[in-house]
Nanobody, 131 residues
C-alpha cells in the first residue's frame, strides 16, 4: 500500500523557519522523482519544489527560490522541505508527491512541475505564517 505522510507543519511567525518531512512507504523511493506542491484556500495548486531520483537535481518555483530547500534520503525513504524566511503568503496546505522516473538508476533524470503527472500524493501538512 503506497503512502506518503507529511509532517512538520504548524504556525510560525513571518521570517521564521519550518521543516516539512514526507515519509514514503509501499514503493521504492529511489525510482521516483519527488515534489512539493501547495494550495491555499481559494487558490490554485502551486508547484513549490522538485528533486530528481538521486537528489542531484532540484527545481524551485519562483516564489520560493532562495528561501526553500528540497532534499531527500532514499535510504530513510524521506523527502524534506526546509522553509526559511517564511512570509504570510506561504500559508497553505503542503503536499508531497511522487512520479515514477524511468531513468532512475542511470545517468538521466525526469523532473516535472505538472501536478497531473504525479502518481502518488500525500494528504498534506498545514503551514500558517502569521504574527
Amino acid at each position: 500500500q503506497v503512502q506518503l505522510i507529511e509532517s512538520g507543519g504548524g504556525l510560525v511567525q513571518p521570517g521564521g523557519s519550518l521543516r516539512l518531512s514526507c515519509a514514503a512507504s509501499g514503493f521504492t523511493l529511489s525510482n521516483y522523482a519527488m515534489a512539493w506542491f501547495r494550495q491555499a484556500p481559494g487558490n490554485e495548486r502551486e508547484f513549490v519544489a522538485a528533486i530528481s531520483w538521486s537528489g542531484e537535481v532540484t527545481d524551485y518555483g519562483d516564489s520560493v527560490k532562495g528561501r526553500f530547500t528540497i532534499s531527500r534520503d532514499n535510504a530513510k525513504n524521506t523527502v524534506d522541505l526546509q522553509m526559511n524566511s517564511l512570509k504570510p503568503e506561504d500559508t497553505a496546505n503542503y503536499r508531497c508527491a511522487a512520479v515514477l522516473d524511468t531513468y532512475a538508476g542511470g545517468s538521466y533524470y525526469y523532473l516535472t512541475r505538472l501536478a497531473r503527472k504525479y502518481d502518488y500524493w500525500g494528504q498534506g501538512a498545514r503551514v500558517t505564517v502569521s504574527s
